[in-house]
């Protein structure tokens, strides 16, 4: 039975970018492939109740600054815990920058590169000399991939993306969907390799 993973992705989360070389390990450990889906969760999070970080209690982003220490220790990854460059000013640009590679694989390696920018350099994602370089750097045409960006096809991807997430119930990042499992947040990713495991 062929395996696929439904990836769902928002390029400034640091769980996303925890959990991003972790999932492909899985799927390649089980013959799987991944449909990468860059969203755009300031759509999501209104339809879902969710907070963008900023708007959130004080004892929850005290408590997400635990949890960001914890992992980057357990998974000795580099990880800057505070960014500058966090929030992104312009998430949207790096998500239809994302979603303007030539073909699902690379897409997934540019997600994989801008999370890292972000979250391992403290690189801007919204600014688009950034994102050019990031993109030449992943050994693509960044200018090209920057047209594509300011385009009416990737917007709509992103859209198309974005309803696909709010009609599966997806409300947070990363969220892996496998066959009828919905998983959310990179701390799940063991039960992702279980449902591989059994199929």
């Not at 900023?54 to 982003?61: C, E, L, M, T, Y």
């Not at 500058?84 to 949207?92: A, D, K, R, S």
Request: charged content about 20%.
């Amino acid at each position: 039975m062929a395996k696929n993973i439904d990836y769902f992705i928002s390029c400034g989360s640091p769980w996303t970018y925890l959990g991003h070389q972790r999932v492909e390990e899985i799927a390649s450990c089980h013959r799987a492939t991944i449909t990468y889906k860059p969203a755009d969760f300031n759509k999501i999070f209104p339809v879902s109740g969710g907070l963008p970080v900023n708007k959130r209690a004080p004892q929850r982003q005290h408590y997400r600054m635990h949890e960001l220490r914890r992992w980057k220790a357990y998974l000795n990854v580099p990880l800057i815990l505070e960014p500058t460059n966090f929030p992104p000013t312009n998430l949207g640009l790096a998500a239809r920058f994302a979603v303007s590679a030539p073909d699902n694989t690379a897409i997934g390696k540019l997600c994989g590169a801008i999370l890292t920018a972000l979250w391992a350099h403290d690189r801007n994602i919204s600014d688009p000399e950034t994102l050019k370089a990031i993109g030449n750097e992943a050994g693509m045409d960044g200018a090209k991939l920057l047209k594509s960006a300011n385009g009416t096809a990737a917007q709509k991807a992103i859209d198309e993306n974005s309803n696909e997430a709010i009609k599966r119930d997806v409300y947070g990042a990363p969220t892996y969907i496998y066959g009828e499992e919905l998983l959310w947040g990179q701390d799940r990713l063991d039960f992702l390799d279980r449902a591989l495991a059994a199929n």
